[in-house]
């Protein structure tokens, strides 16, 4: 679709607002595709990115309805990002708000809905003030979205603020729709102000008009249903929200090559769940003494691996290398984790990794880092029974030595071992879960159906 042409105002106009993170965005892109997808003569997708961010990914492959429009670098750089986090965040809740709205006065033809990250607070109120309807995205787990939903009850109850070195191992079992879980498994507050602006975006969610979640139903069902008797509005789990639909669209000959290496040739070469797929997230990293213990504990176990490795690619491959392992800078996370050789996954725990690997039905070794990852990792590990994990202490800087993970990723790859064949029965009844969700009549592409069916009222097609 040519943004210089005229559109018959009776088009569905959805405009999208990403939070500007990679897991952020990538989940908020596949959700429009879908819905670009599903109508493409009746539904045409605005997405909202900073000038930066449109230079990552402007040249995707994106549906004819579907484009980009930016706002101005008014938030700091991607690159660098983590140095001042709670800097970077702040700026994003105050600083978006005047070009969104300008962008909205420019845009044709007039907007129907918003779709916003739930971090991004102009976005729900500029659609208020503009009487535009929001749905609002929230990215992680339901699970989490509760936690922070009923955050008051964790304040009367005297377990926030606490001292989790001295009370971690306290249960909390009074969220509702949510497992009993330990507060060293909550996300941590990483500054109080940080906790007050995401909590702010939560809040804010009363004044949407949808709720969506990039879970499945079946995963969360008890938090996805108490949250649903909470509002007054829809909330539909619309998830998973991964690239699903573009998985047949390249086959493994052509695809793949990075730094002159193919990696999906390299996996067609290794045997049937035999790979560890080896990834800590693109944002925060770990220290450098940790690296050397995974880096050591991989190469002990003797175990294949393929490790995406940002920022220190080089320093891993000096270190790993050799036949066993593959070192990349980037790959096709979710193609890869469905490739037959793959067998596991060690994995920071960030919410659309861990989609991706149920989706793919793949056991995880579990390494948090921060926030959500946390109570990820603890959904993985004792709620889905489908992985285990590495770092049982996140906050704390004790060292998992080499020792130990070389331990894990053997038993994990195991594949005449009793719990390990265990966990991989559950896996593959998640990735079952996962699939129905998706195919025609399951409750994610219903849930989908009918928030299209809600935004595009008075809409010719809908
Ligand atoms: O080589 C790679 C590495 C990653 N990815 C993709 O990048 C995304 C990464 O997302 P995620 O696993 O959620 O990790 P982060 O980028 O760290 O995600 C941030 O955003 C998530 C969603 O809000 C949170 O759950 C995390 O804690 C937060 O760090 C996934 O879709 C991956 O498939 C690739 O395609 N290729």
């Known amino acids: 679709m040519d943004p210089a042409k005229t559109y018959p105002s009776t088009i569905c106009h959805v405009v999208a607002m990403p939070y500007p993170g990679r897991g952020h965005i990538n989940a908020m892109m596949n959700l429009c595709k879908l819905l670009a997808l599903k109508r493409p003569q009746n539904i045409l997708v605005t997405f909202v990115v900073t000038e930066e961010w449109l230079g990552f990914i402007g040249s995707d492959r994106k549906p004819a309805n579907f484009r980009f429009a930016t706002v101005p670098n008014v938030i700091p750089s991607e690159l660098g990002r983590a140095k001042d986090f709670p800097g970077f965040v702040e700026a994003v809740y105050t600083k978006m708000e005047a070009p969104f709205e300008e962008l909205l006065d420019r845009l044709e033809p007039p907007v129907t809905a918003i779709v916003a990250d739930t971090y991004l607070i102009s976005a729900t109120r500029v659609g208020n003030r503009r009487n535009i309807p929001v749905a609002s995205l929230w990215p992680m787990s339901a699970t989490v979205f509760s936690v922070l939903h009923h955050f008051e009850l964790l304040v009367q109850h005297g377990h926030s603020p606490i001292e989790v070195s001295e009370h971690g191992d306290e249960l909390v079992d009074y969220i509702p729709g949510v497992s009993a879980t330990r507060i060293i498994d909550l996300p941590p507050v990483i500054t109080p102000k940080l906790l007050h602006r995401c909590l702010e975006g939560v809040s804010l969610v009363s004044k949407a008009q949808y709720l969506l979640f990039t879970s499945v139903s079946t995963l969360e069902y008890e938090a996805i249903d108490t949250l649903k008797a909470k509002f007054p509005f829809p909330v539909y789990p619309i998830g998973p929200t991964i690239p699903y639909f573009e998985l047949q669209k390249n086959s493994s000959l052509t695809d793949g090559h990075i730094h002159g290496v193919n990696y999906f040739r390299w996996l067609d070469c290794q045997p049937i769940d035999s790979v560890l797929y080896v990834s800590l997230g693109s944002f925060l990293s770990i220290s450098s003494a940790q690296m050397d213990e995974i880096v050591g504990g991989l190469q002990d176990s003797g175990v294949r691996y393929l490790w995406v490795s940002r920022g220190e690619t080089g320093r891993v491959e000096d270190t790993c290398g050799g036949d066993m392992g593959l070192v990349v800078p980037w790959c096709d996370q979710l193609k890869v984790l469905c490739h037959p050789s793959v067998g596991g996954f ?70 005449k071992s009793n719990e390990g064949n265990e966990m991989r029965k559950r896996a593959k009844q998640l990735q079952e879960a996962c699939q129905g969700a998706i195919t025609e009549g399951g409750s994610s592409e219903a849930n989908l159906d009918a928030f299209i069916r809600d935004v595009s009222k008075g809409h010719v097609g809908h």
């Open 346 to 415: 060690l994995t920071h725990c960030g919410w659309n990794s861990t989609l991706e690997a149920t989706f793919a039905g793949v056991p995880m070794l579990t390494f948090p880092i921060f926030w959500d990852q946390i109570p990820n990792s603890k959904q993985i590990v004792e709620d889905w029974k489908v992985g285990w994990r590495v770092k049982k202490d996140v906050g704390f800087e004790n060292l998992v030595t080499r020792g130990e993970i070389s331990e894990l990723v053997k038993r994990l790859m195991d594949q």
